[in-house]
C-alpha cells in the first residue's frame, strides 16, 4: 500500500446510493473500511426524515460489503451547531442554508472525531467533489459531474478536514454511479435520492418552521407602498419566492405572477412585484460576512474569480476586495437575480473553491430603501 494512503477509512453511511458506492470503491483499493452511520434529527411524530429506513439501507449495505458499521448520534451537538442558527436566521428575516452548516459542524468535525476515536487516519463521504494537493496545500475541487457538484455546500472546509478526507464520488458522473452500484447488486441501487431539509422532510415547510417562530401577520405591499393583502409572517418567505402569496387579481394591475422583492422585518412587511426579472429583485453588488478562506488566507486583497450566491447557478464573473474586518465587498460583472442575505456566497478560480461566506446585504432597490430609512 502507498505510504501516503490511509490505512483505515471510515465511511459516512447516510443510507443512500452515492455513500454506498463510495465504501465499495474505497473497497477496491483494499483499504481497511468501517462504516458509520450519523443520527442528527430526534424525529417527532409530523416528521418523515425516513431515519429508521435509511439507517436499515446503510446496515444492508456494509453488511453486503462485509464491513464493520457503527452508530453515533449527534442529534444534540445538530440543534445546537446547525437548527439554533437556522432558526435565528429566520427570525431576522433571513433565509440559512443548513447544509453548509452540517458539513462544517457535524459531517467534517463530530464525524471525524468519531472516525478518529475508531482508529481511523481519513474519513470519506458520497459528496461530489475532489481534493487534490498543490505545493503545500489541499485544493477542494468541483465534481466531474458538474450536475451533481457540491463543492458549494463544502466551502467551509479547511486544510486539516481536505488532509484527512476522501470523496470517491468526485470524478463520477451520477448514471455511472448508479450503475456501478447495480453491477455490485447494493440494495440502495435504486433508491431515490434525498432532497429538501431532512428536519424537514415531506412537510409544509411554513407549518414546521410556525411550530418554532409562530405566525405574525402582517400586510403585502408594492414598492409603491401599496396595500395588496396579508402575509402569515415575513420570516417564511425568501427574495423570489413566488407561491405561497396568495394573491389574487389586484385593480389596475396586470393578471401576471407576483414575486417577493423585499422584507421588512421590523414592520413586518413583505414586498412583491410582478416579472420574475422584477428591477426590484436585481443587484450588482454584495457584502459578506467574514470569508472562511480554504488555502487559510485570500489570493490578494483584490482580485477576479468566478461566484455562486446559490447551489448550481451559473459562474458569475465578479471582483473581489478583502476587507479590514475580513468579509468581501464583491461587484458583479452582470446584474444578479435575487441574492439573499443569509445564503452562501462562494467564490472559484476555475475549478477550485477559494472559500465562501454568508451574505450579509446587497444594493438591491428596496434593500438600500430599506437601509436607508432604518439609518
Known sequence: MNASMPSRVVVGMSGGVDSSVAALLLQREGLALAGLFMRNWDEDEGGDCRAEDDR????????????????????????SGV?????????????PNPDVLCNREIKFKHFLDAARELGADAIAT???????????????????????????????????????????????????????????????????????????GERDFRDFLGRYLPAQPGEIRDPQERVLGTHPGVFYFTLGQREGLQLGGVSGRAAAPWYVVG???????????????????????????????????????????????????QDQACGVR??????????????????????SLVLY??????????????????ERRLQGEAA
Open 126 to 200: 458520497g459528496h461530489y467533489a475532489r481534493v487534490d494537493h498543490a505545493g503545500d496545500r489541499h485544493r477542494l475541487l468541483r465534481a466531474a459531474d458538474r450536475g451533481k457538484d457540491q463543492s458549494y455546500f463544502l466551502h467551509q472546509l479547511g486544510q486539516a478536514q481536505l488532509a484527512a478526507t476522501r470523496f470517491p464520488l468526485g470524478h463520477l458522473e451520477k448514471a455511472e454511479v448508479r450503475r456501478i452500484a447495480a453491477e455490485a447488486g447494493l440494495p440502495t441501487a435504486a433508491k431515490k435520492d434525498s432532497t429538501g431539509i431532512c428536519f424537514i
Open 263 to 313: 422584507k421588512d422585518v421590523a414592520r413586518n412587511v413583505l414586498y412583491v412585484d410582478q416579472g420574475s426579472d422584477s428591477p426590484w429583485l436585481q443587484s450588482r453588488n454584495l457584502r459578506s460576512e467574514a470569508v472562511h478562506w480554504i488555502a487559510g488566507a485570500p489570493p490578494a486583497q483584490a482580485f477576479e474569480c468566478t461566484a455562486q450566491t446559490r447551489y448550481r447557478q
Open 349 to 366: 478560480a476555475g475549478e477550485e473553491c477559494l472559500g465562501g461566506a454568508v451574505i450579509d446585504a446587497t444594493d438591491a432597490p428596496l
Open 322 to 343: 478583502v476587507r479590514d474586518d475580513g468579509g468581501v465587498e464583491v461587484r458583479f460583472a452582470q446584474p444578479q437575480r435575487a441574492v439573499t442575505p443569509g445564503q
Open 56 to 79: 436499515r439501507d446503510a446496515v444492508a449495505v456494509c453488511g453486503r460489503l462485509d464491513i464493520p458499521i457503527h452508530f453515533r448520534d449527534f442529534s444534540r451537538e445538530y440543534w
Open 83 to 95: 437548527f439554533a442558527h437556522f432558526l435565528d436566521e429566520y427570525a431576522r428575516g433571513r433565509t
